[in-house]
């Protein structure tokens, strides 16, 4: 840093944060993604639907160092855990309204899923257990 930029006090400590990881996501190997996620991706929040190369990339290296960084500070946040939990990403984006909203809603959504592929499994094995009882009696009578 310069003499000058330095008398800037903490927030050019601020700036230097958030960019250390774009200096680390050059080293990172490119293709995270699928080949066209992030394509549909933007073009479901309005992009062209073939944007150049280099919009795709450089999308791609915003998102990689934003969910980098937030799964870093999710990490710092349950280090005393030793674990991750979906609390520490919550917690992280409870001042976020629409994303804390979407996420609970994508978290009970995948609440009702789990519950209606139990009953749907539950369901089938009581079926089965039917139709092979169906078929003892059948058996027998035969």
């Known amino acids: 840093m310069s003499k000058s930029s330095a008398g800037e006090g903490s927030s050019s400590k601020s700036k230097a944060g958030p960019s250390q990881p774009a200096e680390t996501s050059f080293k990172r190997k490119r293709g995270v993604f699928q ?3 992030m394509q549909h991706m933007m073009y479901g929040f309005g992009d062209d639907p073939n944007p150049l190369p280099e919009s795709v990339a450089l999308m791609e290296d915003i998102v990689v160092e934003y ?3 937030l799964v870093h500070k999710a990490q710092d946040t349950g280090s005393n855990r030793g674990k991750l939990s979906v609390e520490d990403f919550l ?3 409870r001042k976020d309204l ?5 996420c609970k809603e994508l978290l009970s959504m995948n609440e009702e899923l789990k ?4 009953a749907f499994e539950t369901d089938e094995e009581n079926l089965r257990k ?3 009882a169906d078929d003892d009696k059948l058996g027998s009578t035969e």
Do not use: H, M
């Open 91 to 93: 917690y992280l984006i």
């Open 115 to 118: 519950q209606a592929r139990k």
């Open 130 to 132: 039917a139709f092979e």
């Open 35 to 37: 080949k066209n996620v």
């Open 98 to 102: 629409p994303k804390r909203n979407r």
């Open 67 to 69: 969910i980098t960084d």
